[in-house]
């Protein structure tokens, strides 16, 4: 049974940062996509940044230059290096892990992120 468990949230001023990590357990078997959403007050969920086994990496636009993903599979461990937080970053942070060519097949409990103004 494959789990995540997300970690590092609080609450940080504007133009702070944060650095979240999402640990795995369980074993997923060949190639996969690590990815972190967000979901803010009345929004919809949405996808934050990505990065594949191989290293390839995804962002929105909207964290472009200020998020960085990475993941070290040894430690079975990804992480979201946010820098220069906006009171728009608030949500609960996700994180998921998913085959190519589909949508997350787990994710993890969330964990919130405020940034005050």
């Known amino acids: 049974q494959v789990q995540l468990v997300e970690s590092g949230g609080g609450l940080v001023q504007a133009g702070g940062s944060l650095r979240l990590s999402c640990v795995l357990s369980?074993?997923?078997?060949?190639?996969?996509?690590m990815g972190w959403y967000r979901q803010g007050p009345g929004n919809e969920r949405e996808l934050v940044a990505e990065v594949g086994s191989g290293g390839k990496t995804n962002y929105a636009d909207s964290v472009k230059g200020r998020f960085t993903i990475s993941r070290d599979d040894a430690k079975n461990t990804m992480y979201l290096q946010m820098n220069s937080l906006k009171p728009e970053d608030t949500a609960v942070y996700y994180c998921?892990?998913?085959?190519?060519?589909?949508?997350?097949?787990?994710w993890g409990q969330g964990t919130q992120v405020t940034v005050s103004s």
């Open positions: 998921s892990v998913r085959r190519p060519l589909r949508s997350p097949d787990y």
């Open positions: 369980g074993r997923i078997f060949g190639f996969n996509i």
